[in-house]
Antibody, heavy 118, light 107 residues
Framework: QVQLVESGGGVVQPGMSLRLSCAAS????????MHWVRQAPGKGLEWVAA????????YYTDSVKGRFTISRDNSKNTLYLQMNSLTAEDTAMFYC???????????WGQGTLVTVSS | DIQMTQSPSSLSASVGDRVTITCRAS??????LDWYQQKPGKAPKRLIY???SLQSGVPSRFSGSGSGTEFTLTISSLQPEDFATYYC?????????FGQGTKVEIK
């Protein structure tokens, strides 16, 4: 069964950094683009970032450009999100999801919670 | 960027009712639109992909239609387990964008 398991969330102070990971299993990770989606408490879903199957292309929502970096290690079947200069507005549950033709976001992880607070 | 306007933001309905949710795109997105259901404390679940294809395992009371800029999700006969929040997602061009969500509540 396809599995995506996020980790790395926690409580951090404003201005600090955090790196999220998403471990993938039971599918050919290197054949899929991967995404991060977040959801602030009580709010809707927000697409954050995407990376192509080979890691050569990255895409970001405007609010995280220059602060967040998406990357992947296909040898470890793992997706990452490096988050710098965090603010309270980044407080959210972060989900990873896979993407391929007709398989956009057909599987999601359980999420990892990031809380930015002093 | 493509804006997705989803309506209504919430609705109250009874078991057995027919429910329709709409998403409008600020520009044409062909059929690059999916629908998701989310229950409290859970990850979203894909219901419909490329506007009208039913995700495997999803009950046939769910259906999607539309192309271009206007899309609908229809639940033909609302069941107790369908009370949740629904989102559309355009994946035609980056940045991808979700609709604001529609919370379906019990009347």
């Amino acid at each position: 069964q396809v599995q995506l398991v996020e980790s790395g969330g926690g409580v951090v102070q404003p201005g600090m950094s955090l790196r999220l990971s998403c471990a993938a299993s039971e599918f050919t990770f290197s054949s899929y683009a991967m995404h991060w989606v977040r959801q602030a408490p009580g709010k809707g879903l927000e697409w954050v970032a995407a990376i192509s199957y080979d890691g050569n292309r990255q895409y970001y929502t405007d609010s995280v450009k220059g602060r967040f970096t998406i990357s992947r290690d296909n040898s470890k079947n793992t997706l990452y999100l490096q988050m710098n200069s965090l603010t309270a507005e980044d407080t959210a549950m972060f989900y990873c999801a896979r993407d391929r033709v007709d398989q956009t976001f057909d599987y999601w992880g359980q999420g990892t919670l990031v809380t930015v607070s002093s | 960027d493509i804006q997705m306007t989803q309506s209504p933001s919430s609705l109250s309905a009874s078991v057995g009712d027919r429910v329709t949710i709409t998403c409008r795109a600020s520009q044409g997105i062909r059929n690059d639109l999916d629908w998701y259901q989310q229950k409290p404390g859970k990850a979203p679940k894909r219901l419909i992909y490329v506007a009208s294809s039913l995700q495997s395992g999803v009950p046939s009371r769910f259906s999607g239609s539309g192309s271009g800029t206007e899309f609908t999700l229809t639940i033909s006969s609302l069941q107790p387990e369908d009370f949740a929040t629904y989102y559309c997602l355009q994946h035609s061009s980056y940045p991808w964008t979700f609709g604001q969500g529609t919370k379906v509540e019990i009347k």
